[in-house]
Structures are given as C-alpha cells and as structure tokens.
C-alpha cells in the first residue's frame, strides 16, 4: 500500500510540472504574439499617419493648381 502512495504523489508532482511548464510556456508564446501584433499596428498607424500628411499636401497643391489655372485665365 505505501508503494501506491509513493507512485500517486511522483505521478501528481510530474503532472502538476508538466502543466505547469506548459502554462509556461504557452504564456511566453502569447506574449511574443502580442508584441508581433503590436508592432504591425505601430507600422500601421505610421502608414496611415503618413498617409493623411500627404492627403493634406495633395488638396494644398491642387488648390494652387486651380488658382494658378484661374490667374491665366
């Protein structure tokens, strides 16, 4: 009887471990994937911002475009 004792507790310490390494582990790869993920959004706002400058550049210059236009006229 001692001998199924001794078996039960090294089963429950190595499966205790063993999910324990796992939570671990899945833990460090859920946090790699996030900082991947905030990284693509980084890049991604940068685009947009960069984006919406030359939006406003591109209605500053066809507004001189037009007055130009008007003035040869």
Known sequence: MNEGVVV???TLCGSGFGSLCGIIVSSRLTSYRIEQLEKKV???????ERTFVLEEQMK???????????EEK
């Open 42 to 48: 980084d890049k991604h706002n940068t685009v947009i």
């Open 8 to 10: 039960a507790l090294i």
């Open 60 to 70: 500053v210059a066809n507004h001189r475009i037009s007055d130009l236009e008007r």
